[in-house]
């Protein structure tokens, strides 16, 4: 059957449920839809965010409704703070199965204003932690016999997007951290892809970027008529955290109506 935007009809994912799940930045935007996702398959679904707000009342909700879910606040730019983090999550959940590393911030900024302290604090935030995330996940994926590692990459420097430029490098290094992982993890069955979002309708980006005038530029520019809602990236998430695609890896799975 064919649906649209406003009348979805989404699969259930055995192989998922009671599957320890890690997702970083998991308090708002993607990553929240993501994190609900993974809830709604069953899995057992953990969080990293410096947003304690959020990611406290996310959880709270979550909880309230019979969720399996646990939140730690952690600052990812601190690698022993993410390290602890995952050992907690461990400690709670098991050892993760699933890593979506998401976490990541696209402030804008004039390439003429870059230091290279603000430089090397943009890189933390977008592309540091996702490998030791993957680091202090991978010895319990290998115990395990195999998991899946997806990295949240953008389709910003794909088309040449300006205004941004640090974030659209971190971007792009997205892609060989994966395949790169890819290569030495999959003797051990573990899954490293890159999932590729357009320009997506957080709350975020209709608060801060969207105008009608941009929105206009992105639905002419996309093969698809319909702005990018969150939920389709984190669909894409299950997917590739799944048993269905047990044979992908190494690879970028884009979610961005056709604007490539």
Same mark, same amino acid.
């Given at each position: 059957?064919?649906?649209? #935007?406003? #009348?979805?009809?989404?699969?259930? &994912? ?13 308090? #708002?935007?993607?990553?929240? *839809? ?10 057992? %679904?953990?969080?990293?965010? $410096? ?14 409704? @019979?969720?399996?879910?646990? $939140? ?14 995952? /050992?907690? %999550? ?26 290279? *302290?603000? &430089? ?32 949240? @990459?953008?389709? #910003? ?9 640090? &974030?659209?490098? /971190? ?59 969150? %939920? ?20 970028? &799975? ?7």
């Amino acid at each position: 059957m064919v649906t649209t #935007s406003s #009348s979805p009809s989404f699969a259930i &994912y055995p192989s998922l449920r009671d599957v320890p799940v890690l997702v970083t930045g998991g308090a #708002s935007g993607i990553g929240m *839809e993501i994190v609900r996702a993974f809830v709604d398959q069953g899995s057992r %679904v953990a969080f990293l965010d $410096f947003d304690v707000e959020s990611g406290s009342r996310l959880v709270a909700d979550l909880q309230a409704a @019979g969720a399996r879910v646990h $939140f730690e606040p952690c600052d990812l730019r601190d690698v022993d703070a993410l390290r602890q983090a995952v /050992a907690r %999550v461990a400690d709670v959940h098991g050892a993760a199965r699933v890593l979506v590393n998401n976490a990541a911030r696209d402030d804008r900024h004039r390439w003429e204003d870059v230091t290279p *302290e603000f &430089y090397d604090e943009r890189i933390a935030t977008n592309l540091r932690h996702m490998f030791f995330a993957i680091q202090a996940v991978a010895p319990g994926m290998i115990a395990a016999g195999g998991g899946s590692i997806i990295n949240l @990459g953008s389709d #910003s420097w794909w088309r040449a997007g300006g205004g941004f430029p640090v &974030y659209t490098t /971190a971007k792009a290094a997205v892609h060989g951290l994966t395949r790169g992982m890819a290569r030495d993890l999959g003797p051990h069955r573990i899954r490293v892809n890159t999932l590729v979002p357009g320009w997506t309708m957080t709350e975020r980006q209709k608060t801060l970027w969207v105008t009608p005038e941009k929105m206009a530029a992105q639905l002419a520019a996309q093969c698809l008529p319909d702005p990018i809602d969150p %939920v389709y990236v984190a669909r894409m998430a299950l997917f590739l955290a799944s048993d269905d695609s047990a044979q992908c890896t190494a690879n970028n &799975y884009m979610v961005e109506a056709g604007s490539i």
